[in-house]
T-cell receptor, first 115, second 112 residues
């Protein structure tokens, strides 16, 4: 998985609790992304980062926040988890510095269940 | 593993046959395209990419064709093998270069 790890790989939590997912890369790539994957929707972008402390929203960012304090780690936080956030979450990285060729490589995913 | 698509189109092919998976993309200004393979319980795996200034690119057993006139992308897999069974989806790079938009995917089933 191109030097990308995600933790935890599986998590079950209750509605209203905070949850943080971690993505760690060893490739020193500048861009990092968080996606969710749901049946019938494919991969949808939540947030992405284009450098340390530089982040931007994707198409489904409501209810999520992110932080990137160092190049190798990108954290996704659900401040108060809801059942609609039950999903499989994927992290991706890209070496492209915002150029036209946005080759992205994906981590193994985190399955999150919110009861 | 998790189900990535309950109602995705399915292509069933016999082992050894060639497979063709199609994708329609949305933005005529998209300048870069990728095909991914996703096996059950795993993350998407990069297969092959193509830039908009090309209409064909070949890899090992795979070929991607790009028709910009009709905004269509196809992935051809030669001599399909059981290990090719997976969900395949295309992605287009929107103008600006930072974001990919993904198709919903096609399930490829290889019959032995």
């Amino acid at each position: 998985d191109a030097g990308i790890t995600q933790s935890p790989r599986h998590k079950v939590t209750e509605t209203g609790t905070p949850v943080t997912l971690r993505c760690h890369q060893t490739e020193n790539h500048r861009y990092m992304y968080w996606y969710r994957q749901d049946p019938g929707h494919g991969l949808r972008l939540i947030h992405y980062s284009y450098g340390v402390k530089d982040t931007d929203k994707g198409e489904v960012s409501d209810g999520y926040s992110v932080s990137r304090s160092k190049t190798e780690d990108f954290l996704l936080t659900l401040e108060s988890a809801t059942s609609s956030q039950t999903s499989v979450y994927f992290c991706a990285i890209s070496p492209s510095p915002g150029a036209s060729y946005n080759e992205q490589f994906f981590g193994p995913g985190t399955r999150l269940t919110v009861l | 593993g998790e189900s990535v698509g309950l109602h995705l189109p399915t292509l069933s092919v016999q082992e050894g046959d060639n497979s063709i998976i199609n994708c329609a993309y949305s933005n005529s200004a998209s300048d870069y395209f990728i095909w991914y393979k996703q096996e059950s319980g795993k993350g998407p795996q990069f297969i092959i990419d193509i830039r908009s200034n090309m209409d064909k690119r070949q890899g090992q057993r795979v070929t991607v064709l790009l028709n910009k006139t009709v905004k269509h992308l196809s992935l051809q897999i030669a001599a399909t093998q059981p290990g090719d069974s997976a969900v395949y989806f295309c992605a287009e790079n929107l103008p600006g270069g930072n974001k990919l938009v993904f198709g919903a995917g096609t399930i490829l089933r290889v019959k032995s």
